[in-house]
C-alpha cells in the first residue's frame, strides 16, 4: 500500500507540472500585458507589412487569438492595409491555423485532463487513508524533480540549435508542409519571426522554472519539516 501511495503522489506531481507547464504557455501568450506590441516593436514588423497601424495590427492579433482559443468559428479577419480594407490571412495561413487550433486546443484538454488525475489521486489517498502529509510531499518532489529536469535537458538541447529543433517541432506535430510560409505573400510569417518564438519560449521556460521550482522547494520544506517532526 506504501508503494501505492507513493506512486499516486508521483503521477499527481508530473500531472500537476503539464498542468502548469500548459498554464506558463497560456499566461506567456494570453495574459502578458501588451507581449505582443512588445515584439512587434522588437522586431519591426510593421515595416514587413503592407502600410497599417500598430492598433489594427494588434486587432487582428486578439481575433487570432480568440480563433485559437475557439472563440472564434474561422480566421477570415478583415482590417485596413495600404489604405483599403482587405483580408488580412490568405487561404494557406488559414489552413494552417486550423492545425494551430487543434494543437492549443488539444493542449487545453490536455490539461483538464491533468487536473482532473491530480484530483483523482488525491481522492485514492484520502479514501485509502494515507498520511497524506507525510507521503505527497515527498512524492510530488521526486516527480517535480523528474519531470524537471527531463524538460531542463530537453531545453537545453533546444536552445543550442532553435531553428534546427523548430522544424522538428513542426514534423513532428503536422502532417504537411502549410507551416512552411512565404514572407512575400503570407503575413503570418511577418508578424511571428522566428525570434517571437525564441523569446516566447524563453518566457515560457523562465515562468514554467519559477514555478516548478516554488512548488518543488515547498515540498522539500514540508518533507524536511515532517522527518524532523517524526
Known amino acids: 500500500m506504501k508503494l501505492f501511495h507513493r506512486l499516486a503522489g508521483i503521477l499527481a506531481a ?5 498542468v502548469l507547464f500548459v498554464t506558463s504557455v497560456e499566461a506567456v501568450v494570453y495574459w502578458t500585458p ?5 515584439e512587434y516593436t522588437k522586431y519591426n514588423v510593421l515595416d ?3 502600410p497599417m497601424t500598430m492598433e489594427d495590427l494588434l486587432d487582428v492579433t486578439d481575433e487570432m487569438m ?36 487543434v ?12 487536473l482532473s488525475i491530480c484530483i483523482l489521486c488525491l481522492a485514492l ?34 536552445s543550442s540549435n532553435f531553428s534546427k529543433y523548430f522544424v522538428i517541432f513542426h ?4 502532417d504537411n508542409d ?14 511571428v519571426p522566428e525570434g517571437f518564438f525564441m523569446d516566447t519560449a524563453a518566457r515560457i521556460g523562465l515562468l514554467f522554472g519559477i514555478s516548478s521550482a516554488v512548488l518543488f522547494g515547498l515540498c522539500l520544506f514540508l518533507t524536511l519539516r515532517g522527518r524532523r517532526r517524526a
Open 34 to 38: 501588451g507581449y505582443f506590441e512588445q
Open 125 to 158: 489517498l484520502l479514501i485509502t487513508k494515507a498520511p497524506v502529509r507525510r507521503v505527497l510531499p515527498p512524492s510530488i518532489c521526486i516527480g517535480t524533480g523528474l519531470f524537471f529536469g527531463i524538460t531542463a535537458v530537453l531545453a537545453g538541447i533546444i
Open 66 to 101: 480568440d480563433y485559437l482559443k475557439g472563440k472564434r468559428e474561422d480566421l477570415h479577419v478583415t482590417t485596413v492595409m495600404g489604405g483599403e480594407e482587405r483580408e488580412f490571412f490568405n487561404a494557406r495561413e488559414i489552413a494552417h491555423m486550423e492545425d494551430v487550433q
Open 178 to 191: 502549410l507551416w512552411i510560409l512565404d514572407p512575400a505573400t503570407d503575413m503570418l510569417i511577418n508578424i
Open 48 to 50: 514587413q507589412l503592407p
Open 171 to 174: 514534423h513532428i506535430f503536422f
Open 103 to 114: 494543437l492549443f486546443l488539444k493542449a487545453m484538454s490536455l490539461r483538464r485532463i491533468c
Open 14 to 18: 508530473f500531472c500537476l507540472m503539464i
